[in-house]
């Protein structure tokens, strides 16, 4: 028999079946139907299982299927979203009504006919319950929190010395935990010394680490080869290779005494994970994040900071030091400068020496001293 050509639904191959619970039959091959099509799309599967867990507490929310969805029950989740005890951020909902969105869209495609199958058997059809009168638009570039900023340098300065302090304490009092201790203070430090992401740190091995042949002075650490970059559009991550700059050379230093001496201490293999436990397992996203907090308020820093400040000043001081706008997003990995620029927060030193150079260009006199950069 021909195929219709208006197009097939996963239950098409099912039309005589008739399960104890329809509705939640018919949702889940909706789910699972929505899985495929992104998954043939190149979609990772974490980010398809994300999508999907919106969806479900989208559903649950509402308490009816997508075919008794409508606009109102998006505006009633969209209002529990933002008042309950930790309101969640423009950013978030916005994520939750494009997820929504796309949902929907996929089950009013005619190519599935999820609209006639509903129909048949419940007497309604999906929807789309997103339109521009019901849902965030996207007004600035940045909306994260305010207090979202880069360290100063006496913050990096006090954080990783509050860090290196931690060692020194726990072998003065011969207690176990220095190894441990130096591990998350070379942890931080390449973070900010590379302009890393958490996971990006987290998944480096030992041989992602390279030498820079035009920089033979950093050695076997002149570069880092990052695989598990954060991918767009629900790509998988995306690789990129990160070179160690002069300005924060000591990290070569610190790369050598964790790997040379305090590394084998945790394993007798030469190979594998940067970053160890004592049970030689790879350091979880969740204790690089409870590590900082500790670390951050024993330097008296404000609490709104997070590991992704370290990424922030990174950024920040590259473009203070003189570094061209395209290099700096070639080593932060942003597909767009527009991304760089966000993450900028350049500081007052950085902007004198710019009003010098243009106090010197346009009056001369004693600031053409001052004038270079």
Same mark, same amino acid.
């Given at each position: 028999m021909?195929q219709? /050509?208006?197009?097939?639904?996963?239950?098409?191959?099912?039309?005589?079946?008739?399960?104890?619970?329809?509705?939640?039959?018919?949702?889940?091959?909706?789910?699972?139907?929505?899985?495929?099509?992104?998954?043939?799309?190149?979609?990772? +599967? *974490?980010?398809i299982?994300?999508? +999907?867990?919106?969806?479900?507490?989208?559903?649950?929310?509402?308490?009816?299927?997508?075919w008794?969805?409508?606009p !109102?029950?998006?505006?009633?989740?969209?209002t529990?979203?933002?008042?309950?005890?930790? /309101?969640a951020?423009?950013?978030?909902?916005?994520?939750?009504?494009?997820?929504?969105?796309?949902?929907?869209?996929?089950?009013?495609?005619?190519?599935?006919?999820?609209?006639?199958?509903? %129909?048949?058997?419940?007497?309604s059809? /999906?929807?789309?319950?997103?339109? +521009?009168?019901?849902?965030?638009?996207?007004?600035?570039?940045y909306e994260?929190?305010?207090?979202?900023?880069?360290?100063?340098?006496?913050?990096? %300065?006090?954080?990783? =010395?509050?860090?290196?302090?931690?060692?020194? =304490?726990?072998?003065?009092?011969?207690?176990? !935990?220095?190894?441990?201790?130096?591990?998350?203070?070379?942890?931080?430090?390449?973070?900010?010394?590379?302009?890393?992401?958490?996971?990006e740190?987290?998944?480096l091995?030992?041989?992602?680490?390279? /030498?820079?042949?035009?920089?033979? *002075?950093?050695? *076997?650490?002149?570069?880092?080869?990052?695989r598990?970059?954060? !991918?767009?559009?629900?790509?998988?991550?995306?690789?990129?290779?990160? $070179?160690?700059?002069?300005?924060?050379?000591w990290? =070569?230093?610190?790369?050598?005494?964790?790997?040379d001496?305090?590394?084998?201490?945790?394993?007798?293999?030469?190979?594998?994970p940067?970053?160890?436990?004592?049970?030689? =397992?790879?350091?979880?996203?969740?204790?690089?994040d409870?590590?900082?907090?500790?670390?951050?308020?024993?330097? %008296?820093?404000?609490?709104?900071?997070?590991?992704?400040?370290?990424?922030?000043?990174?950024v920040?001081? $590259?473009?203070?030091?003189?570094?061209? +706008?395209?290099?700096v997003?070639?080593?932060?990995?942003?597909?767009?400068?527009?991304?760089?620029?966000?993450?900028?927060s350049?500081?007052?030193d950085?902007?004198?020496?710019?009003?010098? *150079?243009?106090?010197?260009?346009?009056?001369? !006199?004693?600031?053409?001293?001052?004038?270079?950069?």
């Open positions: 021909a219709d /050509p208006r197009g097939v639904s996963p239950l098409r191959q099912l039309r005589n079946v008739r399960a104890l619970d329809e509705g939640r039959f018919v949702f889940e091959a909706m789910l699972s139907g929505w899985a495929d099509q992104q998954s043939s799309r190149g979609l990772a +599967e *974490r980010t299982g994300s999508r +999907e867990l919106v969806i479900r507490r989208f559903e649950e929310f509402a308490g009816r299927y997508p008794e969805w409508s !109102g029950d998006l505006e009633d989740y969209t529990q979203a933002k008042s309950r005890q930790r /309101p951020t423009p950013s978030t909902i916005r994520g939750y009504h494009s997820i929504i969105r796309l949902f929907c869209d996929y089950l009013t495609d005619p190519r599935y006919r999820w609209v006639a199958d509903c %129909e048949e058997r419940f007497g059809a /999906p929807q789309q319950v997103c339109h +521009e009168w019901n849902t965030l638009a996207h007004l600035v570039d994260g929190r305010p207090q979202r900023r880069a360290l100063t340098y006496d913050e990096i %300065e006090q954080f990783f =010395t509050v860090a290196d302090r931690r060692v020194e =304490t726990i072998l003065q009092r011969g207690r176990k !935990g220095a190894l441990a201790a130096l591990r998350d203070s070379q942890i931080f430090k390449m973070i900010y010394a590379y302009g890393l992401r958490r996971a740190a987290v998944g091995d030992v041989a992602d680490l390279r /030498p820079n042949g035009v920089a033979p *002075r950093f050695g *076997r650490f002149g570069a880092v080869d990052v598990w970059g954060k !991918g767009a559009q629900g790509s998988g991550p995306r690789r990129r290779s990160v $070179l160690t700059i002069p300005e924060l050379d990290i =070569t230093e610190g790369l050598a005494q964790w790997i001496h305090a590394r084998p201490r945790f394993t007798a293999g030469s190979a594998g940067l970053w160890l436990t004592e049970r030689g =397992t790879r350091v979880s996203l969740r204790y690089i409870l590590r900082f907090a500790q670390l951050r308020d024993e330097a %008296e820093l404000p609490s709104e900071l997070s590991v992704h400040a370290l990424r922030h000043t990174y920040t001081n $590259l473009i203070e030091w003189g570094y061209a +706008e395209k290099f997003q070639d080593q932060v990995g942003h597909a767009y400068a527009s991304t760089t620029a966000i993450y900028t350049v500081g007052d950085f902007k004198n020496r710019m009003i010098n *150079r243009a106090l010197s260009r346009i009056y001369g !006199g004693p600031h053409a001293e001052d004038s270079r950069p």
